[in-house]
């Protein structure tokens, strides 16, 4: 399903990340935007309040974690995130992962997720996890409009002040790829609420 001749445009500015399209064809992000995956399978998680150390609102579906053994549970998930899961998890994404970016992810902790975020969900300014050798998140929604919210902002540091020094939207089959360190600043804007948006991604952690 993903389409691996799909190739990265490098970015520097403010930090080094990468930001590809058409990893997915119109008609792969119909069919899995037909048979997503049951909202009672997410977690909902909320930290936008309290002594926490990022704020955030999401809800969330583990897929694949080869440190703690869990693998998916693909009896749980149409054909179309089948197809899905499984070339996430595969050696040839790693290998087109390896081609675009030059990070080897060979052998690492690699933990992979499913994404969504409602009406003013958000994820607050961090550089993420400094061991995070890379992390790659794919969109999937259908038909985003350019007024929907979500969109990923990049920072040059912590200082809200100036605002973010580029964005992305969260266009279906885009695919953002970023390795952490202390420059890393990024965020997720509020999904725009009272239109009943869903923003939908998957994504995969590899951890040094």
């Known amino acids: 399903m993903i389409n691996l001749d799909a190739r990265l445009e490098t970015c520097d500015h403010p930090f080094r990340h990468f930001r590809g399209a058409g990893l997915l064809s119109a008609r792969s992000l119909a069919d899995l935007n037909a048979t ?5 399978l997410f977690k909902r998680i909320d930290t936008s309040t309290g002594d926490v150390r990022r704020r955030y609102r999401s809800s969330v579906l583990p897929l694949a974690d080869n440190k703690s053994g869990l693998t998916p549970d693909l009896d749980v998930l149409a054909p179309p995130w089948r197809e899905l899961v499984t070339d996430l998890l595969s050696d040839e994404f790693t290998g087109w992962i390896r081609r675009e970016t030059g990070v080897d992810t060979t052998g690492l902790h690699r933990r992979s997720e499913i994404f969504r975020h409602y009406d003013g969900d958000f994820e607050d300014l961090s550089t993420g996890k400094l061991h995070k050798k890379l992390y790659v998140s794919l969109h999937v929604n259908e038909n985003w409009p350019s007024d929907g919210g979500g969109e990923w902002e ?10 973010p020094a580029s964005t992305m939207s969260p266009a279906g089959g885009t695919a953002w790829l970023y390795s952490a360190s202390t420059s890393s600043w990024h965020q997720m804007a509020p999904v725009s609420e009272g239109r009943g948006l869903v923003r939908q991604w998957v994504s995969v952690s590899f951890f040094a």
């Open 36 to 40: 997503a995956p049951d909202p009672d």
């Open 154 to 163: 990049f920072w040059s540091g912590p200082d809200k002040s100036a605002g």
